[in-house]
Nanobody, 117 residues
Framework: QVQFVESGGGLVQPGGSLRLSCVASGFTFSNRYMSWYRRAPGKERELVATIHTLRGTLSHADSVKGRFFISRDFAKNTVYLQMNNLKPEDTAVYYC??????????WGQGTQVTVSS
């Protein structure tokens, strides 16, 4: 079955960087839109970035544009999120999933990112 295993989160100071990884399995990785999402405390889940696994086309939310960069390793069925110049408002649990994932769909455990001095 579909599975996403996210990792790479942690505690970082403002201005710092992290790279998140998401290993996907249970489906054909090619020709899919994959996304990173985040959920901050008390807020709804937010779409952060999307990439097409075959074409490599990508998009980023305005709130992270220029600071976050989504990429993928086709051979490893892995999607990455490079996060630079992190801000306290980036604190959230980060998840990967299909671009059209719904709240009731399968979600992995996510990885916690905390930006604090």
């Amino acid at each position: 079955q579909v599975q996403f295993v996210e990792s790479g989160g942690g505690l970082v100071q403002p201005g710092g960087s992290l790279r998140l990884s998401c290993v996907a399995s249970g489906f054909t990785f090619s020709n899919r839109y994959m996304s990173w999402y985040r959920r901050a405390p008390g807020k709804e889940r937010e779409l952060v970035a999307t990439i097409h696994t075959l074409r490599g086309t990508l998009s980023h939310a305005d709130s992270v544009k220029g600071r976050f960069f989504i990429s993928r390793d086709f051979a490893k069925n892995t999607v990455y999120l490079q996060m630079n110049n992190l801000k306290p408002e980036d604190t959230a649990v980060y998840y990967c999933n299909f671009r059209d994932a719904a709240p009731g769909d399968y979600w992995g455990q996510g990885t916690q990112v905390t930006v604090s001095s």
